[in-house]
């Protein structure tokens, strides 16, 4: 009886990446006229999906080793981080960025906080106003 095991990312096999790229270069033009929408946001669209819910995919591979489509994943993605950032600038150029929220916990009665103080915090702004309105006191 022979077992085999094979550790890591199991590599696709050759029939599933002629697959792919049959999708990417006839699928896609097809698609994209049925849903009388550009082949640009098609892929854009499939290119979120591929990333978000099956990076391990012969997709997400073929997607990487593409110029084309990788070159557009980057620049969608610098895009998207530049976006954020001005977000984040005033006029002047400045960045606002909010300043941590400190906490500071009375001690529990153990012998270690008994002897260094209670439990001290620093966390993000958005993520103590989310516990707010979740309804926590305590911050994970």
């Not at 990446?17 to 896609?28: E, Q, T």
Request: glycine share 4%.
């Amino acid at each position: 009886m022979k077992i085999d095991f094979h550790f890591g990312k199991k590599d696709p096999t050759w029939k599933m990446r002629i697959a792919v790229a049959l999708f990417f270069a006839s699928g896609v033009p097809f698609l994209s006229k049925i849903l009388r929408t550009s082949q640009e946001s098609l892929l854009d669209f499939i290119d979120e999906v591929v990333k978000r819910y099956f990076p391990e995919s012969a997709f997400n591979e073929y997607i990487l080793q593409s110029d084309k489509h990788l070159q557009r994943r980057i620049k969608k993605e610098v895009d998207k981080a530049l976006e954020e950032f001005q977000e984040l600038t005033s006029d002047d150029g400045s960045v606002s960025i909010e300043a941590p929220i400190f906490i500071e916990q009375e001690p529990d009665g153990s012998d270690a906080q008994t002897l260094l103080g209670g439990e001290m915090r620093l966390t993000s702004p958005w993520v103590a106003n989310s516990e707010e309105i979740n309804g926590k006191q305590d911050l994970p």
